[in-house]
């Protein structure tokens, strides 16, 4: 049993590096779009809205699924 989770350290160290570099990255983008650097109007237009709501929400889902995994360890 105890060589099924072997793993399981160095799955939750990548999986919270990797949450940490998508927090970095909005963070980055929020802090250009308030000083005035990012056009946020553009994402919202209709050519990019899908794709901008496809990628908020596949980062929403995989923050949580992280965090649930990062909990239970």
Do not use: C, H
């Not at 799955?11 to 949450?19: E, I, Q, T």
């Not at 946020?40 to 923050?63: C, H, N, P, Q, S």
């Amino acid at each position: 049993m105890r060589r099924k989770w072997q793993g399981l350290p160095k799955l939750v160290a990548m999986l919270g590096g990797f949450l940490i570099l998508m927090g970095i990255i909005l963070l980055g983008i929020a802090f250009l779009a308030f000083f005035g650097y990012l056009n946020v109007g553009m994402l919202l237009e209709r050519k990019y809205l899908l794709t901008f709501a496809i990628a908020m929400v596949a980062v929403g889902l995989l923050d949580t699924f992280l965090a649930i995994i990062i909990a239970r360890w």
